[in-house]
């Protein structure tokens, strides 16, 4: 299964015993996200048989960061409730602009789990093709689930700050222009405004084509290319909150590369009177 696959390929895989396909549709802490219902909009209509992940919950509640990864020992309870065994195939979509199935695939890395796929275009192309869709949700078994090593990385506070100085690793930012900038003042109104120091801009909605589907191949490098990122070399995503950060990890992961996540992203950063911020274009 690649990382990235078509509605007509999932259309051909529905019902295989091995595949499980994940509604991973998030809103609560995006800000100037319009008030939003995920479950209510995932019982109303999804893929049929897709199971509802509940990313907005699927964290670490003891933090007073948004969305931080959560423990090994949540993330396992989750998955055994939704009857997601360690053989199983996973297939991840989103009915929402935010392209949050990225965040779902970076978290079930970050905990082993390998077999992963995004649908390109998510629902939103699903529905445009006049595909079926179901209501309500479909009862499920619990199955046991064993978190296994990470096969991808995060970076925290101290690591930022460290690279700062050093420079060792490239950071990309996944927020808009306005806000890398310093243009427009952060929506939270605990953050100021700017971006990390050296960082880089990589608007999230850069990696989509108008129909929401992937850039690919030659046209996705051009989108690193054009923001100063040597895809090459060490990289780190980050952003408001680290949701859309993991575009730019699942961009880099379409070319072959791969990208820590700076999970506290701006909301940790922007809010910590004692870090370096800077204002203009990289």
Sequence with gaps: MDGLVTTEWLAGELGAPDLVVLDASYTSTIPGSPPGDPLGDYRAGHIPGALFLGL???????DPLPSMLPPASVFAARMEALGIGNDRRIVLYEAGPHHTACRAWWVLRMFGVEKIALLDGALAKWRAEGRPLESGEPAVEPRP??????????????????NVKSGAEQVADARSAARFTGAEPDPRSDCAAGHIPGSRNIPS?????????W??????QAVFDAAGIDITKPLIATCGSGITAAIIAFGAHLLGRDAALYDGSWSEWGADPSTPKAVGAA
């Design 56 to 62: 907005d919950d699927l964290v670490d509640k003891s």
């Design 205 to 213: 909605g850069s990696f989509f084509r108008a129909d929401g589907t």
């Design 145 to 162: 689930f064993a978190v296994r090593p990470a096969i991808a990385e995060v970076r925290d506070l101290a690591a930022m700050r460290a």
């Design 215 to 220: 850039k690919r191949g030659a046209e996705l």
